[in-house]
């Protein structure tokens, strides 16, 4: 067989090999499994650029895994801010699986979000992925390092991120919505819209401001959708992310989604989530114009597939006991028309 053939070969054995790993959310093992994959890959590269084509790649599966609502709306973005973004979600994917999904005790939980912030300090003092990679630096980490390089974002951002993640190994209830904003959401979602920001840009200089005010409405309408979609399976965790003070408003003392005497407190809590989002969505609305031309229609693709959600929750008659979500057909209703062709093409590469 020729050397061509050989190559094209082991291209579509990795091809199968992601394409298996899409078809589900991952057990820790498939993580480490993936990851090691992933670090082989791109430690072979022959330059920091190959690495990086490698590890976004793989970046991509991630996000194509774990969140087919922006994966889809990712998919209006230029080719490298495009893949930035996959790099920022695979950053922050796997610590949220540390504390979300994998079966650790929280003090394991504690130990690797301590080490993961650990590396990432040493990830930002070495310029090259390669050198960070064969330094034992976490593929996704050197991956996301390097974008926080490219696109100048904050370095301290990133350890908000993990304070949220680290919260959640100790979860204790919030007593204003004020409080979830500032003590939560700040560090899991509002950060994240940051990153979004710088790798997205805006239209000018005097606009970057209220490109920033765009996104943190943005994070909070986002994260305040999840809230409200996951009540049951977050008190499952142990976790309440409704403010107490919206409970009490709603005849709840004592939170317990099983009580069927509470369902009715329950779907009026839910709702106010709902409207509160729906605000938030409306006020980042109004600023996708401070935005990039480039990545504005990502953006609005964003708040469009995620309101759409954030509606069918506030329309759903079972509440908690039902888990709400956009058909992919209606997603296709939301998003712009004209960009429709994108969209078969991103399921197809890699």
Known sequence: MRPTSVKLGQQRKHRAYLELMDA?????????????????????????????????????????T????????????????RAQVESVYAAVRQPDEIVDSFPYAPAEQEALLTAWREQYEISLSIPSIREALHAGVPPFLAAFTQVVREADIPEEHYHAFLDAMLRDVHPRPFESMASLVDDYIYGSAIVVGAFL?????????ATFDDALTCARCLGIALQLTNFARDVGEDQQRGRLYVPLETLRAAGIAQPDVHDPTQQSGWQQAIRSLVEEAEAQYAAAETGIAAFHPDSRLAIHACVAVYRELNRRIGRSPDGIHHRASVPFGAKFRVLPRSKYWRLPLAYLSF
């Open 24 to 64: 589900s959310p991952w057990s820790t093992a498939d993580w480490q499994r993936f990851e090691r994959r992933c670090g082989l890959h791109a430690r072979h590269a022959k330059s920091d650029e190959q690495a990086w084509r490698v590890l976004s790649r793989h970046a991509r599966t991630v996000l194509r």
């Open 66 to 81: 774990y969140s087919t609502s922006f994966f889809i709306v990712t998919r209006f973005l230029p080719a490298r801010k």
């Open 197 to 205: 920001t710088y790798i997205y840009g805006a239209a000018s200089p």
